[in-house]
């Protein structure tokens, strides 16, 4: 009996040990098959997770923001231990003591689906088996990724710390609202910072890896308020939270942004504009945009905050004048459904249309739908302000009247206006406006548009338009470096040439002729004429040099055609803008930017524009009165004598030429307008000693913009209003004479030499260099023919010239004091 026994016991110790055997060969032959090809959990250690890139104004204010996933990264021994417990109570309560898995978690779950009959399948993944899903693995439930998670939980468990694994976790984990790792949640929830967490709020945010939809604090707030509820009870159980502490916090409302309890962090945040998103697209392309969106770089903007509302606004009123003189309505397009617009939820529909709200024109501007229409009045329901009227007196610019031109659930733009409410309307005509520092480039300011959220198209750097008359200083330019100077006669007459399109006879914008008279007046008078005769005089091929060596083109892609020296081909404003800047500086390269510096997310400077050596920067201390010694690199694109005499040439044009009527600076002041064909495209660059700044005006699609349109009536006093501004804060004075020159008194009119001491409306001191000497009488003629059924030259304005013939047998005027420097009458087409 006793041996029967005794064989029965061995027979199933026998049984159960090669049982055990074989179940313990199964488990290893599985985890050895799925663990031959698993991602490498190394990389963990050297893992940086996508982070906001930020932009910061120069005074440190963040003014945007850009990301793929709003994240901000927290390392581990910045974040308090109140957040880490109350995850660990709701996810993970063994973390600490565990090795990467928890099998009585794993056998807990299983006999709830076993009893549930597969209804009630809940994770038991801890905390580090959560991170190599969320990290390496697929999110789905198959036992298979749950094998490989123990798997790789257990290698990381041996290559990472405890503290470590938190910190991927917790900066890792998605937790709604577009917020990624508790930093950015805990901004997002509530606007705090980790540190001003209180326990409930804590253990709000760990309420939400299970799934955020399902604990969204306004739709479901009660479900959110219970499993906020059974943290705090968890984090009380593990002895994180003392009873006192427990029942109070216990009792706290669920308070949150997206309930209206606390304000968002987006209300500091100024709404996104033209300046932030063109650097976002120019570091895109510098650094790729993978790492612009996800690299966590801090970007140092040159904006200065003060003038880019004035810039905006400088802009948009001359945008809206023009507007509201076409006496034309075209509201938003936008439309509510009449039976909501008049009854209870027109609010609500309202915030859902999508229209401009970054509008401040004379106060800001309110989205709002029309409630009812009337002969006299059209009632309101105005975004934020509740219920208003529009009075008939309000629409006296417009054709019509409210019947004609109003709906009932039509939405509108209204500003306020004395006591009462106004309609505004987002102009059809756009344009664009750059300021920066002439000295570095620095964009100061920048405007691509009316409204950046009704386009946000960037017509100060992406629209390419016809410079016009703009683009003449680099005309001018090349002929002052060839041995032109500014008292040089160029004979405006008429010519024809021959094209492949047929006969091109330019004209004068006055279609008048002027006879021979000095490029100064040229330049003032933007006389197309002299213009195109210099340009063939000198050369197209020298011209498009210039141009290109400024930066107006792209090396070898300016047209070397006639029609290119009136600024026919297309360029933007940014680019225009820069170039006179070098003029302004006396000749000097200039880069332009709209950033300062970039660091990584480490704080290392990864771009600095400013590549000037402080000679006397590491030292101690300097002498008293003497401040430190900035040496300049940079290249010098045109001779500082050409250079002023060009300013001085272009001072003409704002002090008694075509921008002389808008344009009025307490301080020297110099500049060029520009006015293309058919009035489609205006323009206006000018300059100051210290800033440069640049208007644009014109429809998306050219289309003539009417009678009057000029760059003196329309970018001039967009460039007034921003400048009188701007020379408050940044000064100006009188542009540096450079060396080896001298003035001599000429007549603007005729280029004749005066005495030292004449004076009157007809006298400038020109600037000649030195051993410069003009030669009297000698003539040039460029060798075109002047059109036989054109009138040769109209004599405008001064004394009865003399009639000469030229050297193709054609006769000419003469102004009667034409006897100093070169007499030209080169051609063009």
């Given amino acids: 009996m006793f041996r029967f026994i005794l064989s029965f016991f061995g027979g199933i110790f026998t049984t159960l040990t090669m049982g055990l055997l074989a179940i313990a060969l199964s488990v290893g032959a599985i985890f050895y098959i799925y663990g031959r090809d698993l991602p490498s959990h190394e ?26 996933e709003r994240r901000l990264f927290a390392p581990a021994d910045t974040i308090p231990d109140l957040i880490k417990q109350a995850f660990i109570s709701a996810e993970d309560k063994n973390f600490y003591t565990h090795e990467g898995y928890d099998l009585r978690g794993i056998a807990a779950a ?19 088996q959560q991170v190599m899903k969320n990290f390496l693995l697929s999110g789905d439930r198959q036992a298979e990724r749950k094998i490989k998670e123990i798997i790789l939980a257990s290698r990381i468990e041996e290559t990472l710390d405890k503290e470590k694994i938190l910190e991927l976790y917790l900066n890792e984990i ?25 326990p409930h709020e804590a253990a709000f945010l760990a309420s939400l890896p299970k799934a955020p939809s399902d604990y969204h604090p306004v739709r479901r707030k009660d479900r959110l308020l219970a499993r906020r509820n059974y943290v705090l009870k968890e984090m009380h159980d593990n002895g994180y939270l003392t009873q006192a502490v427990y029942d109070s916090e216990r009792g706290q409302p669920l308070r949150s942004v997206q309930n209206g309890d606390f304000e968002s962090f987006k ?9 932030t998103d063109e650097i976002r697209r120019q570091l895109s392309e510098n650094f790729g945009e993978g790492e612009f969106f996800t690299g966590g770089l801090t970007v140092r903007a040159t904006i200065d905050q003060e003038m880019q509302p004035i810039a905006a606004d400088s802009l948009r009123t001359e945008l809206e004048n023009y507007d509201r003189s076409r006496s034309t309505w075209r509201g938003t397009g936008k439309k509510i459904d009449p039976q909501i617009a008049t009854g209870d939820g027109w609010q609500e529909a309202l915030n859902d249309v999508t229209v401009a709200r970054d509008i401040d024109l004379n106060g800001r501007w309110y989205p709002s739908v029309v409630r009812e229409v009337g002969d006299q009045r059209i009632v309101l329901g105005i975004e934020g302000q509740g219920i208003g009227e529009v009075p008939r007196a309000d629409i006296k610019w417009l054709k019509g009247d409210f019947v004609a031109n109003f709906d009932v659930g039509d939405v509108v733009h209204v500003r306020q206006r004395d006591g009462g409410w106004s309609l505004r309307q987002v102009p059809a005509v756009q344009g664009g406006f750059v300021a920066m520092d002439v000295n570095t480039g620095r964009v ?35 002929a002052l470096d060839s041995g032109y100077t500014p008292a040089t006669i160029i004979v405006d007459a008429p010519i024809e040439i021959n094209t492949p399109q047929g006969m091109w006879r330019p004209k004068n914008a006055s279609n008048q002729y002027y006879g021979p008279t000095p490029m100064r007046t040229g330049i003032e008078r933007s006389r197309n004429l002299m213009t195109i005769r210099l340009a063939q005089e000198v050369g197209m091929e020298t011209v498009a040099s210039y141009a290109e060596r400024f930066g107006v083109y792209d ?34 390269r200039v880069k332009p930017t709209l950033v300062d510096r970039v660091q990584d997310r480490y704080g290392k400077t990864v771009y600095r524009h400013d590549e000037r050596q402080c000679a006397d920067c590491q030292l101690a201390s300097l002498d008293p009165g003497y401040g430190p010694r900035i040496a300049s690199n940079r290249e010098r694109v045109m001779d500082p004598i050409t250079a002023y005499q060009l300013t001085s040439m272009m001072r003409g044009v704002v002090e008694r030429g075509t921008a002389a009527r808008t344009v009025n600076l307490p301080v020297p002041t110099a500049g060029k307008t520009g006015t293309t064909n058919d009035n489609k495209d205006v323009w206006f660059v000018g300059f100051t000693s210290n800033i440069v700044a640049g208007c644009y005006i014109g429809f998306d699609t050219p289309r003539d913009m009417g009678r009057g349109a000029s760059g003196g009536g329309m970018c001039g006093p967009v460039f007034q209003r921003f400048m009188l501004e701007a020379t408050k804060k940044y000064g100006g004075g009188d542009f540096d004479v450079p060396p080896g020159g001298h003035f001599i008194k000429i007549d603007r009119f005729t280029g004749a030499r005066l005495s030292d001491d004449a004076s009157g409306e007809s006298v400038v001191a020109e600037y000649f260099r030195d051993g410069e000497e003009p030669l009297f009488g000698l003539m040039f003629d460029g060798g075109f023919a002047m059109g036989a059924d054109l009138p040769l030259v109209e004599e405008v304005g001064r004394a009865t010239g003399r009639e000469v013939t030229t050297s193709t047998g054609k006769k000419a005027t003469v102004g009667p004091k034409a006897n100093f420097g070169t007499l030209s009458s080169g051609g063009l087409y």
Wanted: aromatic share 12%; proline share 4%.
């Fill in 43 to 68: 990389s963990l250690a050297q893992y940086t997770p996508p982070t906001i890139s930020r932009i910061y104004s120069g005074q440190g204010q963040i003014i945007d923001e850009f990301a793929r």
């Fill in 444 to 478: 100061i300011a920048m405007q691509g548009g009316f409204s950046y959220q009704n386009s946000v198209f960037n017509r100060a750097t992406q629209a390419k338009r016809q410079p016009g008359s703009s683009f003449k200083p680099f005309v001018y330019a090349a």
């Fill in 267 to 275: 209300e500091e945040l100024p709404p996104r504009d033209y300046f």
């Fill in 110 to 128: 299983a006999i709830d689906a076993v009893r549930s009959r597969g209804r009630d399948v809940r994770g038991a993944s801890t905390i580090t």
């Fill in 555 to 588: 090396r070898g892609q300016m047209g070397k055609f006639l029609a290119n020296s009136l600024g026919s081909q297309e360029t933007t404003l940014y680019q225009m803008v820069a170039a006179y800047a070098m003029f302004a500086n006396g000749g000097e």
């Fill in 174 to 198: 998605f937790l709604g609202q577009n917020s990624y790792g508790v930093a950015a949640a805990s901004q997002t929830y509530f606007n705090k910072t980790l540190g001003e967490l209180t």
